[in-house]
């Protein structure tokens, strides 16, 4: 018998660790769809243990809903979660500082932090302004609302869709809100959803201020301004909804970012200082486009920021973001929404759903981004979207 040799090449594939810092609608998009290549190791890195529904807060401040989803039912098999804070990113080295003392280091990193809210400089605002903008600021809010007496007055700053749901949910709890616009109430609807929407507000008993400015805010009365004259208004408790811009991590880890934080990258959605960090999410400002802060923004673009890291590691070219708008809906109380159809720039098209079918549709909305995020975790590559979207400049005040 004889023996012959042979010499068994062993192949060994080549892994890449990629870091997805945030796990909301972006971040937990990510992190399924890098799945796709199975020698690709995913890293999330999360301040809370949980997935928080954003859309949700108002609903959590009232008690009328919970945000919450486990990772294990929403993160695909494999995926790493380490439960802290990122505070500085070492591009060169390709770390990632935490809170906690500790690093974590990575080939990709895909930055989809999100967005904090945007504090007015108005006096007395940083000492007594309240907000719902995320899920810490929300759980302090809530602890506010359930000490407040029944038909105790609440005023909602901030006349966008986040400052009229939480007037909608706090109105239909049984408080005394008035809603100070500041501005047109709903700019960004046509003016059809609008009328209906601050006709809906009415019928919960929400005081609807179009066009007054809040000029000061103190413990227990928020001072407005109104075609010249001062109106003061009692409030237990004054909601700032107002706006939002991204957190400072980017900016002071050396990062081109825009005018409020958000960093900046090519229309792939790479960093233009370094092609080894992505962007996604309220956290990113693409070159060319204007995407409202959104789910509806959000979960694409994790999709394809994790399609552009992909590409990277493939050695192919990513290729540009591509997406667009279908609608704004927006909750007022429990019983009654908006529903605005919007053009693929997100301009308001003329059809418009409002009163019970319109909650039915947000709520179907609620359900399907975590359904998204879900289906992409056990079939990664299964999430799809409008594409061919076209943005203007020229509807960035609108957006912002």
């Given at each position: 018998m004889s023996t012959t040799d042979t010499t068994q090449e062993i192949q060994t594939v080549e892994r890449t660790h990629?870091?997805?810092?945030?796990?909301?609608?972006?971040?937990?998009?990510?992190?399924?769809?890098?799945?796709?290549?199975?020698?690709?190791?995913?890293t999330v890195v999360n301040p809370q243990p949980f997935f928080v529904q954003r859309i949700r807060?108002?609903?959590?401040?009232?008690?009328t809903g919970e945000p919450q989803a486990a990772f294990g039912d929403l993160l695909g098999d494999g995926i790493d979660v380490v439960v802290d804070t990122a505070v500085r990113i070492d591009a060169r080295a390709r770390r990632v500082h935490l809170a906690s003392g500790k690093h974590v280091d990575y080939d990709y990193l895909i930055y989809?932090?999100?967005?904090?809210?945007?504090?007015?400089?108005?006096?007395?605002?940083?000492d007594h302004a309240l907000s719902a903008s995320d899920w810490a600021a929300a759980q302090h809010l809530r602890e506010r609302i359930d000490a407040l007496?029944?038909?105790?007055?609440?005023?909602?700053?901030?006349?966008?869709?986040?400052?009229?749901?939480?007037?909608?949910?706090?109105?239909?709890?049984?408080?005394?809100?008035?809603l100070a616009g500041g501005g047109a109430v709903a700019p960004s609807v046509g003016e059809r959803g609008r009328r209906a929407t601050i006709r809906q507000l009415g019928r919960l008993g929400v005081d609807?201020?179009?066009?007054?400015?809040?000029?000061a805010v103190e413990t227990s009365?928020?001072?407005?301004?109104?075609?010249?004259?001062e109106q003061y208004l009692p409030s237990a408790a004054t909601v700032f909804a107002t706006g939002f811009q991204a957190p400072e991590l980017a900016a002071d880890s050396g990062l081109t970012t825009?005018?409020?934080?958000r960093l900046q990258t090519d229309e792939s959605l790479t960093s233009v200082d370094d092609d080894r960090i992505l962007g996604a999410g309220d956290a990113v400002a693409v070159q060319g486009i204007t995407l409202r802060m959104s789910c509806q923004a959000a979960q694409p673009l994790g999709a394809q920021a994790a399609e552009a890291v992909l590409a990277r590691i493939a050695g192919d070219r990513p290729i540009p973001v591509d997406q667009a708008f279908v609608a704004q809906c927006t909750s007022i109380g429990r019983h009654a929404a908006t529903l605005q159809f919007t053009r693929r720039d997100d301009s308001p098209a003329r059809a418009v759903v409002t009163g019970r079918l319109a909650a039915l549709a947000k709520e179907a909305v609620c359900r399907g981004t975590v359904w998204n995020i879900r289906r992409e975790a056990a079939h990664?590559?299964?999430?799809?979207?409008?594409?061919g979207r076209e943005v203007t400049a020229e509807r960035e005040p609108v957006l912002q």
């Open positions: 990629v870091v997805v810092l945030g796990a909301g609608y972006a971040g937990a998009m990510a992190a399924n769809r890098l799945r796709r290549n199975p020698a690709v190791d995913v807060l108002h609903q959590f401040i009232a008690r989809a932090i999100g967005s904090r809210h945007h504090l007015p400089d108005i006096p007395g605002a940083a007496d029944a038909g105790a007055p609440v005023v909602v700053v901030g006349g966008g869709l986040t400052g009229i749901e939480l007037a909608g949910e706090l109105a239909g709890r049984g408080f005394a809100v008035t609807v201020l179009d066009n007054a400015r809040v000029i009365r928020v001072i407005l301004e109104t075609e010249g004259r825009d005018g409020i934080g990664p590559g299964a999430f799809s979207w409008l594409r």
